[in-house]
């Protein structure tokens, strides 16, 4: 008997070509078992599955985005605020302070108050309404791990 624990190409089992990685001790191409599986490129094990960047309003409104798959497990987020006042700070302005900072009568940094929550299908933004918010530019990554149970 041939065991496999690694193979890249088609695979009858799924009549899919891709690649997949079985636990040890498996065959990778005498199962079908998710569990059985450490990759299994139909599903999202570690990959970025969505990025972009959405602006949220500093007047408390909300941002729903929306994965293009349902998971099983919270994704994880990584995720950068930003402001843009009409231009585009490269590299971002890394100055995540309680309130405006004013020295000698320039702006130094910006209050970035924002909130995610996190869902199985989607992740909503929102701002803290207050007199000193900002509207917020993030920039964010969804990636999915899905290895192990």
């Known amino acids: 008997m041939v065991f496999r624990q690694f193979f890249a190409g088609y695979n009858g089992n799924f009549s899919d070509s891709g690649v997949w990685l079985s636990r040890p001790g498996v065959d990778v191409l005498g199962t079908v078992n998710g569990a059985d599986f450490l990759l299994k490129s139909d599903l999202k094990n570690d990959q970025i599955v969505l ?8 007047d408390g409104s909300t941002v729903t985005v929306y994965y293009p798959v349902g998971f099983q497990k919270y994704p994880y987020i990584l995720h950068k605020p930003y402001i843009n006042a009409g231009q585009v700070e490269y590299p971002y302005n890394l100055n995540l302070t309680a309130n405006d900072q004013m020295i000698n009568g320039q702006l130094v940094g910006y209050d970035l108050a924002y909130n995610i929550q996190v869902f199985q299908d989607h992740m ?3 701002s803290f309404h207050d007199t000193v918010a900002h509207a917020t530019y993030v920039d964010f990554m969804v ?5 192990g149970t």
């Open 143 to 147: 990636f999915y791990r899905s290895l």
């Open 124 to 126: 909503v933004f929102f």
């Open 51 to 58: 990025s972009g960047t959405v602006f949220v309003p500093a």
